[in-house]
Structure formats: structure tokens, C-alpha cells
């Protein structure tokens, strides 16, 4: 059971109309996109399918994976058989996914929630092709330090947010630039870009990071 089962139809509202879904974070993750147009594209955490939405519009065939039933359930409404939903824990591996399956994995908002990062980029890696890029948004290290005592330690927090009007817990790992990184690079990604992009509803602060890898052979 997924958290976001719990406020499902309000997330979904959310995602489509939030500024910082729909102005920020989520036209910077396309800006970095490639080519994906007739490419598998796996849509790691796709939520109420906002991102998949795009990536259908630029040609991907598209699936999208995330551990809410309630969330694909809205997904598989919005856009029935063009997309193939998967209902997995992204702690427990990719085992619907064939190795080298995949063209491009995007990611936008999830990592955080996973407990293990080694275990998950090297499923990343194993589904990925050889020319595969991975290219995901999180929570700046920056940001989440300020909800713990000791920035160094990986931490499982809970914030509270507003979601249409709605007070709602959710929970997700702080950690540091160095525990999000190694897990990437020891798993054979090389990182061609760092965002950290100013956002104007917080000005002078760090808020999301983007990050865009590739398999390093
Ligand atoms: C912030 S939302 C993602 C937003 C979405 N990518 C978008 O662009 O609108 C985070 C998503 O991650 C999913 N999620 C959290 N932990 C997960 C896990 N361990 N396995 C699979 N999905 C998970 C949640 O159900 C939720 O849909």
C-alpha cells in the first residue's frame, strides 16, 4: 500500500495545477528530455501521469510504473491501452523489466521515497540499453537539511503538506549530496548534467535537483 492511496484524486489535482509541478520542476525535467519518440520510456513514480502525458505527446511508448493502485487506476482511465501500467514497490526491484529493455528512464519526485539507492540504480542500469539515459528530479539535499539535526545521516522524515486544501503526512529519505551520488556512480552512471534550478516561489533558496545520467562504458 502506497502512502499516496490515501489522497489519490487530490494528488492528482495537485500535480495538474501546482506551480511548482506545472511551472518549475516538471518543464526543467522536459527541457533535459532527448529524442524519445517511438523509445521505451519507463515513467519511475508516474503518479496521476502528468509527466507520462508528455511523453506521449513527444512519441514515447510509454510505461509507467508506480506503487499506488489508486494513482495508476487514474492513469489507466486517462489513457487506457497507449499506455502499459506497472503496479510495483520500486523497493523491491524491477523484476517485470527484461534486461536492456528500456531507452530512457525518467523519474520525476520519487527517488526519495526509496530506501535503497544502490539496489535501485543498479536495476536502473540492468534494464537500461546500452545508449539508455536516466533522468530523474528529487528534493535539493539542501532543502531537506533543514528538516534534520545531521545532514550527513540518511534519515526517513515526515513532512506536512497542503494538497488541495488538505493537511496530509507524507514521509521520504533526506539525504546528502554524497549518498545520492555514489549509489549513481557505483553503479556505472556517469552524470552528464546537475540541476539545481532557482525557483521563483522560493527565492534565493535551493528546492528540487535534477540530475541526467548515462550508462559509463
Ligand atoms: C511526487 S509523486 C510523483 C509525481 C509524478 N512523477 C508527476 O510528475 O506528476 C511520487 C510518486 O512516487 C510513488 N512512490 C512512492 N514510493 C514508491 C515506491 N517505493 N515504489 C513505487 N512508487 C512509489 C508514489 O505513489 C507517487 O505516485
Not at 511508448?61 to 506503487?67: E, H, P, R, S
Not at 501500467?85 to 523489466?97: C, I, N, S
Amino acid at each position: 500500500v502506497s502512502q499516496y492511496d490515501a489522497f489519490a484524486l487530490d494528488y492528482a489535482a495537485h500535480a495538474a495545477s501546482s506551480p511548482y509541478n506545472v511551472d518549475y520542476e516538471r518543464p526543467l525535467m522536459l527541457a533535459q528530455l532527448g529524442d524519445v519518440s517511438r523509445k521505451a520510456v519507463l515513467d519511475a513514480g508516474c503518479a496521476s501521469g502528468e509527466l507520462t502525458a508528455a511523453l506521449l505527446e513527444r512519441g514515447a511508448q510509454v510505461t509507467a510504473l508506480d506503487g499506488s493502485g489508486e494513482l495508476l487506476r487514474i492513469v489507466r482511465e486517462r489513457f487506457d491501452e497507449r499506455v502499459v501500467t506497472v503496479q510495483a514497490d520500486l523497493d523491491d526491484g524491477l523484476a517485470a523489466f527484461a534486461d536492456a529493455s528500456l531507452d530512457a528512464i525518467v523519474s520525476s519526485l520519487t527517488i526519495h521515497y526509496v530506501r535503497d539507492l544502490h539496489q535501485l540504480f543498479a536495476e536502473f542500469r540492468r534494464v537500461l540499453k546500452a545508449e539508455g539515459e536516466l533522468l530523474f528530479s528529487t528534493h535539493h539535499p539542501a532543502n531537506t537539511a533543514l528538516m534534520v539535526d545531521d545532514y550527513f545521516a540518511t534519515k526517513y522524515v515526515t513532512d506536512c503538506w497542503k494538497i488541495q486544501g488538505r493537511q496530509v503526512n507524507v514521509q521520504f529519505y533526506h539525504r546528502s549530496m554524497q549518498s545520492l551520488i555514489d549509489p549513481l556512480l557505483q553503479n556505472g552512471f556517469q552524470i552528464v548534467r546537475i540541476l539545481e534550478p532557482p525557483c521563483a516561489l522560493q527565492p534565493g533558496r535551493p528546492w528540487f535537483l535534477i540530475i541526467k545520467a548515462r550508462i559509463n562504458f
